[in-house]
């Protein structure tokens, strides 16, 4: 009888072993698929951010981002969709936010729900002005 408790023990330990194993390399290729890559838009590209105050939205890799120069050294990049109805906002640099057409919500810069209907903030993404280009990590 003990030695049925040993086998059945060593048995239970090593499958346990080999499931948590089987877990990790499972979830590898899923991890490395979610991996923010870095992407460079030249300016040459999107004149319409050359100048502060200027916005674009434009497709890059199957995503939509709105792009926004609000100042000499920053640029920002954004989900263009909002959150209600899945219109596409609009940047107004006059009142230094964005809005949705359609239905009013009203978002900051940095993608945050000011005034609703809007559920959630707009997704936001890094960006970074180097020289002629925008760098953003999606």
């Known amino acids: ?30 991890a490395a698929q979610a991996q923010p890559h870095r992407i460079a838009i030249s300016l040459d590209k999107v004149p319409q951010i050359r100048n502060v105050g200027g916005s674009v939205v434009l497709k890059v890799q199957d995503k939509l981002l709105l792009l926004i120069r609000d100042s000499p050294t920053d640029v920002r990049a954004l989900d263009p969709i909002c959150t209600h109805k899945q219109c596409v906002v609009k940047y107004r640099p006059a009142e230094h936010d964005i809005k949705c057409p359609c239905h009013g919500s009203q978002y900051a810069l940095d993608g945050r729900v000011r005034h609703g209907p809007a559920p959630r903030n707009l997704g936001a993404y890094a960006a970074v002005l180097e020289g002629d280009r925008v760098i953003v990590t999606l």
Request: aromatic share 4%; proline share 3%.
């Open 1 to 30: 009888m003990r030695d049925c408790r040993r086998n059945r023990r060593t048995f239970l330990t090593g499958t346990g072993a080999a499931l948590a194993g089987l877990a990790v390399l499972g979830a590898a290729p899923a």
